[in-house]
Nanobody
């Protein structure tokens, strides 16, 4: 049972990246999946989440209109499309599933993948 996050990299302000979170050993669609990030010296914070029941999506205020979370059940993968990236988006991004609490609360998730680094320069 494993989550694999990928797709991070170094980009310039205003550019885009798409992160992928792929599950192995279980079916990802059976639980909500969220993306979180942790900038240097800061705590982990919720970015976006997608429900398992009806695909409802949830975003934190600072990414609304720029980031889009989606899922491909055939690929057992959840994506995070990040557009109009800003230097303040620089962080290690994590995906997590097996929701047991609030959609955007890191403490609400039981299974975590390793992080993928996103660096946005000005």
């Amino acid at each position: 049972v494993q989550l694999q996050a990928s797709g991070g990299g170094s980009v310039q302000r205003g550019e885009s990246l798409r992160l992928s979170c792929t599950a192995s050993g279980f079916t990802l669609m059976h639980s909500a999946t969220g993306w979180f990030r942790q900038a240097p010296g800061k705590g982990r914070e919720g970015v976006a989440s997608i429900s398992s029941s009806d695909g409802s999506t949830f975003y934190t205020e600072f990414v609304k209109g720029r980031f889009t979370i989606s899922r491909d059940n055939d690929k057992n993968t959840v994506f995070l499309q990040m557009n109009s990236l800003k230097p303040e988006d620089t962080a290690v991004y994590y995906c997590a599933t097996d929701l047991r609490g609030d959609y955007l609360d890191p403490n609400g998730y039981a299974l975590w993948g390793q992080g993928t680094l996103v660096t946005v320069s000005s």
